[in-house]
Nanobody
Framework: QVQLVESGGGLVQAGGSLRLSCAASGRTFSRYNMGWFRQAPGKEREFVASVNWSGGSTSYADSVKGRFTCSRDNAKNMGYLQMNNLKPEDTAVYYC????????????????WGQGTQVTVSS
């Protein structure tokens, strides 16, 4: 089992940057694929990005492609989401999640979740 804690959210102006971190507990973190999701008020949780167990493969939602970068450091049990050129529509609670199986854009495939961190982008 993996426990996850996100940090790094906050208030930023449009065009700014934030780096979210996801700290994982457990010695088997490197076996898990990781996903990032977000949920805005009144909307369903949506896929943002994912990185495979080694960090060698990433995928992104079209809405963030070219602006967000997903990475991980297995030696530190950490995952990261670098967010650049933020837009007001990026405002949401951001979650990291992990799965032993295949990566997916479907949030229901991920059994382990952090508590979320709020990102607010002002115009």
């Amino acid at each position: 089992q993996v426990q996850l804690v996100e940090s790094g959210g906050g208030l930023v102006q449009a065009g700014g940057s934030l780096r979210l971190s996801c700290a994982a507990s457990g010695r088997t973190f490197s076996r898990y694929n990781m996903g990032w999701f977000r949920q805005a008020p009144g909307k369903e949780r949506e896929f943002v990005a994912s990185v495979n167990w080694s960090g060698g493969s990433t995928s992104y939602a079209d809405s963030v492609k070219g602006r967000f970068t997903c990475s991980r450091d297995n030696a530190k049990n950490m995952g990261y989401l670098q967010m650049n050129n933020l837009k007001p529509e990026d405002t949401a609670v951001y979650y990291c999640a992990t799965v032993l199986g295949l990566r997916s854009t479907d949030s229901t495939r991920y059994p382990y979740w952090g508590q979320g961190t709020q990102v607010t982008v002002s115009s």
